[in-house]
Every structure is written in structure tokens, then in C-alpha cells.
């Protein structure tokens, strides 16, 4: 089994910048997609940014210039480096990892941005 361990969420004022991570173990194919999904309680689930094997990146338009994702393929961990927080960033952050088994999700990290 694909086992996913995020980290690196927190409470932190707007402007201020934040990274999470992912780390992937167990049966774990080379090939894969990992990303990031964001979800408050009473809101839509949103694809925040995703990355490929070969390092193509996907954001959504709310935080295109804001956040950098990346991934260290030797460690199979993916980054989302979160700059200019918004208090409308703040919800609970999703590490996902998709190979052609299927796809495999973490528990999820706090994200909270204060005014």
C-alpha cells in the first residue's frame, strides 16, 4: 500500500509564505502524478496545483504567482511552497499521489492564515 505523511502546516498571518510536504512510501511506481487538493468545511474540494513525473505543473488560477510546487522524485516527496498567504487560503491541504493502480491520499495538514 501507498502511504502518504504531509507536513508542514500551521497558523500564519497573511503575507506571510509557508511550505508543506509529502512523503510517499510503500509500493510506490516510478511513474506518477502527485498534487495538492484544498478543502474548508462547507466548500468545494479545489485542485490547487499538480505535478508530473517529468516535472509539468498545473496550478489553479487563484494561486498562480503565489505558489510553487515541486518534487523530489529520489525521495518521493512532493513541496508546495506557499508564498503571499491569503486568508482564503486557509483550509485543510490534501497530498494526493496517482499512478495507474489508482490513486492514494494523505490524512491532510491545517493551513490557517490570519488577517
Known amino acids: 500500500q501507498v502511504q502518504l505523511k504531509e507536513s508542514g502546516g500551521g497558523l500564519v498571518q497573511a503575507g506571510e509564505s509557508l511550505r508543506v510536504s509529502c512523503l510517499a512510501s510503500g509500493s510506490i511506481f516510478s511513474t506518477n502524478d502527485m498534487g495538492w487538493y484544498r478543502q474548508a468545511p462547507g466548500k468545494q474540494r479545489e485542485l490547487v496545483a499538480a505535478i508530473t513525473s517529468s516535472g509539468s505543473t498545473n496550478y489553479a488560477d487563484s494561486v498562480k504567482g503565489r505558489f510553487t510546487i515541486s518534487r523530489d522524485n529520489a525521495k518521493n516527496t512532493v513541496y508546495l511552497q506557499m508564498n503571499n498567504l491569503k486568508p482564503e487560503d486557509s483550509d485543510v491541504y490534501y497530498c494526493?499521489?496517482?499512478?495507474?493502480?489508482?490513486?492514494?491520499w494523505g490524512q491532510g495538514t491545517q493551513v490557517t492564515v490570519s488577517s
Open positions: 494526493y499521489l496517482r499512478n495507474s493502480w489508482g490513486t492514494r
